[in-house]
């Protein structure tokens, strides 16, 4: 799984600085000519953003930010450009990209109209029931909602990307898929980072015949960096979608593929789970922080929420003046993140299927409350600190990336198959991996995820619900116009993170490069305890152990992808680090 990735904050292996230096070639470039080198001259870009005055695109693979830029060169807007780069991901990025998976996407227009959002997660599908991730003793079977066909929802991908695009795009759906298909049909040069990943992940990928044949050589080994990766299948699944539109993928041939791979492996996806599958256009949550406006992911997502709950709690504190990343801004920020992360496990879920007490939860006067819970001296043990009562105040694999065009329009899009290579199954005859979002939801009330996180009854398994995410793509907008676009995968660190880089831009005053860059912390109430990446004070980390705090140094954490826009309008890239192939390239 790369919640975990054995990586922390580095050089940029590729920035996309120069157009010669692609990411297969800085990849081995780096791993040949030996880092020292590289990065010696990479240091020396470390915090210069990529700057560009007419479209800027950040994604987490050099060949969708160039798909992507192409399609703004040619005059096509931020959603062209973001439906093309999905797809292209889906192929050159199968660990995270997808079209067996769902997400959710912000459109956010350059003239300060409504902030859209889109969403297309997975849905259950009709046959789940509330306790098929339990045995016969009740208790939880995490592996049967992780890495079995019962751990898929039904995929919401290409309905959405295909929404977005009939909404608010220009081109064709042939035209936004042109350069997927071309890359999964005539193959691409495999940067290192996809070798590394397909070699830990083979014994779960390799289960399945139909993973191993697609993903491996015939000896079972990853191709090598360096090496052209073809796929067949895939571009032929992607084809049926140009030809035919959403039905291509829905019903036809993939539909039966899919169906037929849940038949023979005791999986619950139906033909007619696949033909009902619609996104939902959604309201995104708004909030506002010392003047700026924040829109980000609803319910399902908790990630909006969350971000705003907390930014409504740290708006009282001075971080500016405490520090970027000194012991008091950690410690508040800390309390905070508890703070929130408790009423996650009770009160989020699917709004179609359970009411969330959203505007008590958003409420600047619930922030206010909760504040006083929070000691300048002393951190309050999660054990003492239970989910609180917004009623009162009614009044581990995903990636995400960030555009902008010459018109100023935005799009923030996250989605994900949740682990890496999702369920680690590929659907026999058509190329794709499946996701186990199914995960996301909770196995029984109480019991934690993947990621740690506790769910509540709001998030029980119900037919045809969407499973709660953290996924949060956030536009931040200055006097009614787009200013900051950004997101992050990470599981329950997608909040977090995204957090962390607002604060560093309108706290700390930090160029995009260098927000994203900054070492972060998490804490998500349970485990109690601060996550703290590399780069951290030792001083600054005896005094939150001083304030009874347990900190804990983990790798790095969440892969953010951003977009500044500067008040002459000059837009800024900030490609993150953490990901060997992320790449920001404005024109
Ligand atoms: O929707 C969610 O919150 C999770 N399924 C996301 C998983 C994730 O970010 C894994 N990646 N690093």
Avoid at 117 to 130: F, L, M, Q, S
Wanted: aromatic share 6%; net charge negative; hydrophobic share 35%.
């Amino acid at each position: 799984m790369d919640r975990h990735p054995p990586q922390v904050p580095r050089t940029h292996a590729s920035r996309g600085r120069s157009p010669g230096l692609r990411a297969g070639l800085a990849v081995i470039l780096l791993s040949v000519a030996g880092s020292l080198c590289a990065q010696a001259i990479l240091e020396g870009e470390r915090h210069h953003p990529e700057q560009g005055r007419k479209g800027m695109v950040v994604t987490s693979h050099d060949l969708a930010t160039d798909a992507a830029l192409e399609v703004l060169k040619n005059d096509g807007n931020a959603v062209d450009a973001a439906v093309t780069a999905g797809f292209v991901l889906a192929v050159v990025q199968p660990r995270s990209g997808n079209i067996g998976g769902g997400g959710f996407m912000l459109f956010a227009p350059g003239d300060g109209g409504p902030v859209e959002a889109i969403d297309y997660r997975e849905k259950a599908p009709a046959a789940a029931t509330e306790t098929m991730f339990q045995d016969n003793d009740g208790n939880a079977v995490p592996n049967r909602s992780r890495f079995t066909h019962l751990a898929s929802g039904v995929p919401g991908t290409v309905a959405g990307l295909a929404l977005a695009l009939e909404r608010h795009g220009t081109l064709s759906l042939p035209e936004a898929l042109a350069p997927a298909i071309r890359l999964a049909r005539d193959g691409f040069i495999v940067p290192a980072r996809f070798t590394e990943g397909l070699e830990q992940a083979r014994d779960r990928l390799q289960r399945w015949p139909a993973s191993r044949a697609t993903f491996y050589r015939e000896d079972g080994s990853p191709w090598p960096p360096g090496e052209r990766f073809r796929q067949p299948e895939l571009a032929a699944t992607l084809q049926r979608i140009a030809d035919q539109g959403t039905r291509g993928f829905y019903e036809g041939k993939t539909a039966r593929l899919i169906v037929e791979e849940m038949q023979r492996n005791d999986g619950l996806i139906t033909a007619a789970d696949l033909k009902d599958y619609q996104p939902s256009i959604r309201k995104p949550v708004r909030g506002t922080y010392r003047g700026y406006e924040v829109f980000s992911m609803s319910p399902p997502s908790s990630g909006g929420t969350h971000i705003l709950q907390i930014l409504n709690i740290l708006e009282h504190y001075p971080l500016a003046e405490l520090g970027h990343n000194a012991a008091d801004t950690l410690h508040y920020m800390a309390e905070a993140m508890k703070l929130a992360y408790a009423d996650r496990s009770k009160f989020l879920g699917d709004t179609d299927f359970v009411d969330v007490p959203l505007d008590g939860l958003l409420d600047k006067a619930y922030a206010a409350e909760l504040r006083k819970n929070i000691s300048v001296d002393k951190t309050r043990p999660a054990s003492e600190l239970q989910p609180g009562n917004p009623n009162a105040f009614e009044s581990p694999e995903t990636t995400h990336y960030s555009i902008v065009d010459r018109r100023g329009n935005a799009v923030s899009n996250t989605y994900t198959i949740n682990f890496s290579y999702g369920s680690g199954i590929t659907v026999t005859g058509a190329g794709f991996l499946l996701n186990n979002e199914m995960d996301d939801f909770s196995a029984k009330p109480g019991e934690p995820n993947a990621f740690g996180l506790i769910g509540g009854e709001a998030n029980k398994v119900e037919p045809g619900k969407r499973m709660l995410s953290s996924m949060s793509p956030t536009v931040v907008r200055k006097n009614g116009r787009n200013f900051l676009v950004t997101g992050s995968p990470g599981g329950s660190r997608i909040i977090t993170t995204t957090l962390q880089v607002i604060l560093n831009v309108i706290d700390h005053n930090m160029n995009i490069q260098s927000a994203v860059d900054a070492p972060r912390m998490h804490h998500q109430w349970l485990p109690d305890a601060i996550f703290i990446e590399q780069g951290f004070s030792p001083d600054t980390l005896r005094l939150l152990e001083d304030r009874g705090h347990t900190v804990k140094t983990t790798n790095a954490m969440g892969a953010i992808q951003s977009v500044l826009i500067g008040e002459d309008g000059t837009l800024y890239g900030g490609a993150d680090p953490r990901r060997s192939t992320s790449s920001a390239k404005g024109y």
